[in-house]
């Protein structure tokens, strides 16, 4: 179920060069955010706790999973389609290349290396980076290279507040950007209320903060839709648009509320 032979994503791909010229703002804090993460819980959580808060325990469920990835910047406006069967590995794809033509591509990841360079080297890495915004606490249970450790409470970096530290960092090789790590401030509901993005790399954005927001049950999964922040200090705004899910028995989408 989980992304093979890629440890962590390249984060904002095709955007993050602009985010670096982009006006500095530092973003709202939804009050409902800063109040729940306020009193953060002082026993540990693991990575699975975590998970299990975002659907883990009904995931074999899950056949299908479709959702627009959709990012903003002052001047740039992006959305990418996917439709991804977790069971099969088939990836459907419906957005724009670099050089803003229309892209519509199927393919199955397992025979990446049979597809043309630009699912390889384009539509794969995004697919990548735009499923692990959509399911990161499940990943971060999946990717068994990752180190997940809970740092204790600390102040949540937007706004007021606390919220427990759970640390998710990967290794110095492997995937796209090897190195990342994720800060996730987490409440009392084991939500994530905001996350801190600390790039291995060179490559920019080197850091992205925002919040976790928007938070809506499709299916057994609980996805987080809206995103407000910053990358490297440029205004950020990322949202899911179109969720819903496939289950076992059934060939009908459930949809976002």
């Not at 976790?212 to 995103?227: A, D, F, M, N, Q």
């Amino acid at each position: 179920m989980k992304l093979n032979h890629l440890q962590t994503i390249c984060l904002l791909v095709a955007v993050g060069v602009t985010a670096t010229s982009c006006t500095r703002k530092q973003p709202a804090v939804s009050q409902q955010n800063a109040n729940t993460a306020t009193s953060a819980r002082m026993t540990k959580i693991s990575a699975e706790e975590l998970a299990k808060a975002y659907g883990l325990n009904s995931f074999g469920q899950v056949e299908a999973i479709r959702y627009t990835w959709n990012a903003q910047f002052p001047g740039v406006n992006i959305s990418r389609s996917w439709v991804w069967e977790p069971k099969t590995g088939k990836v459907s794809y419906e957005g724009k290349d670099k050089d803003g033509k229309p892209v519509k591509v199927t393919y199955v990841r397992s025979q990446l290396n049979s597809q043309p360079d630009n699912v390889k080297n384009e539509v794969e890495p995004s697919f990548v980076n735009d499923n692990y915004w959509l399911l990161f606490p499940l990943h971060a249970y999946w990717d068994k290279s990752a180190t997940v450790t809970d740092e204790g409470a600390k102040p949540l970096p937007l706004g007021n507040g606390t919220a427990n530290l759970v640390q998710v960092k990967y290794p110095a090789e492997g995937g796209y950007t090897p190195g990342d790590t994720w800060d996730l401030y987490v409440n009392n509901d084991n939500r994530v209320d905001q996350f801190v993005y600390h790039r291995g790399g060179p490559k920019k954005p080197s850091t992205v903060t925002a919040t976790w927001e928007g938070y809506k049950k499709v299916g057994p999964l609980l996805i987080s839709t809206e995103h407000h922040g910053t990358a490297d200090g440029a205004q950020l705004r990322l949202w899911f648009t179109d969720v819903g899910v496939k289950v076992t028995g059934s060939d009908l989408w459930i949809t976002a509320p």
